[in-house]
């Protein structure tokens, strides 16, 4: 089946400097979406790419779809301690009668003032 | 208030005691689904529902059962609980079987003693 890698498992940083977590699919995926999780909270949806190569930004953040559609990336730009928490791709298999949509195993982020 | 309500919040059972997991949702979504997330393991798909009465299995179905007869709701069926199933369980919802953005509800931690 479908198995979506992400990396790396755990990044800490310092307060200011940068950070990407990495999304790697064994299939061409039809749409990538990426979630945040707070400690103790549950995933929210950040944002959803669809279109090879296309590269989105939210503030900070950066979103890019790869061009063969298997691989994705999140940047965040100078963080900040409002970014801790864990980051989650999900993509679905462009396959005619997928409907799954399956997880990474997330990147934990850990910022230090 | 748009949202997915899961209950209940936390829940500490024995093994082999029938247990129910509700999943309401208030936006009309057709897509509901199960997670659960362990560590180390990300969210793994237990079910998922197209809409009512179309459910399928996900990554982890064993030992869980799922229903969809109104389209709001999508109970999580676990007939006779195991330690292996101690776990953070999810409840998402979507728009469409397409995958737009995921809502999740905010969690039931259940322990199987």
């Known amino acids: 089946g479908q198995q979506v890698m992400q990396i790396p498992q755990y990044q800490h940083v310092q307060e200011g400097e940068d950070f990407t977590t990495y999304c790697n699919s064994s299939?061409?995926?039809?749409?990538i979406q990426w979630y945040k999780q707070r400690p103790g909270g549950h995933p929210v949806f950040l944002i959803q790419?669809?279109?090879?190569?296309e590269v989105k930004k939210q503030k900070r953040l950066t979103f890019q779809f790869g061009e063969a559609k298997k691989n994705s990336s999140l940047h965040i730009t100078a963080t900040q301690t409002t970014d801790v928490g864990t980051y989650f791709c999900?993509?679905?298999?462009?396959?005619?009668?997928?409907?799954?949509?399956?997880f990474g195993k997330g990147t934990k982020l850990s910022v230090i003032p | 208030e748009a949202q997915v309500t899961q209950n209940p919040r936390y829940l500490i059972t024995v093994t082999g005691k029938k247990l129910t997991v509700t999943c309401s949702q208030n936006?009309?979504?057709?897509?509901m689904s199960w997670y659960r997330q362990d560590p180390g393991l990300g969210l793994r798909q237990i079910y998922y529902?197209?809409?009512?009465?179309?459910?399928d299995k996900g990554d982890v179905p064993e030992g869980y059962k799922v229903s969809r007869k109104e389209k709001r709701n999508f109970p999580l069926i676990l007939e006779s609980p195991s330690p292996n199933q101690t776990s953070l369980y999810f409840c998402?919802?979507?728009?469409?079987?397409?995958?737009?953005?995921?809502?999740f509800g905010q969690g039931t931690r259940l322990t199987v003693v």
């Open positions: 299939t061409t995926l039809s749409n």
């Open positions: 998402a919802s979507s728009l469409s079987r397409l995958h737009t953005e995921a809502f």
């Open positions: 790419l669809v279109k090879s190569g």
């Open positions: 999900a993509g679905r298999d462009s396959g005619a009668g997928s409907y799954q949509l399956t």
């Open positions: 529902s197209m809409n009512v009465e179309v459910t």
């Open positions: 936006m009309n979504h057709e897509y």
